[in-house]
């Protein structure tokens, strides 16, 4: 590694960053591009943001562990310039979880609205914030802007062993919406996810799947038998006219 880059790394030592900088080295030599932006970078998130670039789509878990410690560490300080705060986002986050499990909905998303914009951009509470808050929006009927948060937490990297929670979600409002053919593919990949839970989670899971599914079928024989009086009616004016000539 260049002593450029090796400086760079180094300068985030007083944060206790350098173990999880040290497991990227040997993955950052190999591209030499991104070592380049790596090095050249000025202040540590646009560090973070070159090794998100470079390797959160990428297999090896080491990395992936490696890059979310960074990020961990780095969002504990808060983005100061911004005015962002990770525990003001962590509490107003918990008061928004109370505030749903009483069913308080328009409380629970006023708190979370606020957590989202005291959460530090880099934060691993980020994705789970937007999908509390999509589950409140799905609570309250607004399926389309739900559907939004979903997104905006699987783009901030939402962690994959919860992945189940907010694809059965945006399956509910896809069907909500009318949009069978998302619908039916969210549930089929949903369905595919259940197979790693426990049994009785499993089950609860597959159950509301079910529910989707049977509200889906049904809107498509619904479908169908319009579809038939409308060929028939057809079929019976075209025969008015055949009897007339």
Known sequence: MSSKATKSSLSLENFSLQPCIDKLSNAVLCDQKQLKKFSEATSRQEQVRVLL?????KPQ?????????????????GDVEEGKSEQLAEEYKQQG???FSQHDDITALRLYNKALKLC?????????????RSAVLYHMARYQESLKDITRAMDH???????????LRKAQCLQRLGQTVEATATVKETMILTQTLGDKMKQTYIASLDE???????????????????????????GQVNSQC
């Open 53 to 57: 670039q470079t390797f959160s789509h």
């Open 157 to 167: 990297q939402y962690p994959s062993k919860l992945r189940h929670k907010v694809l």
């Open 120 to 132: 530090p951009h880099l934060s691993a509470n980020l994705p789970l914030l937007y999908a509390n």
């Open 97 to 99: 979880s109370k505030a």
């Open 212 to 238: 989707v599914q049977q509200a889906l079928s049904k809107v498509e024989l619904d479908d169908q038998c319009e579809q038939k009086n409308v060929d028939a009616t057809k079929a019976q004016r075209a």
């Open 61 to 77: 878990v080491t990395i992936r562990e490696a890059v979310y410690e960074i990020v961990n560490e780095l969002s504990r300080y």
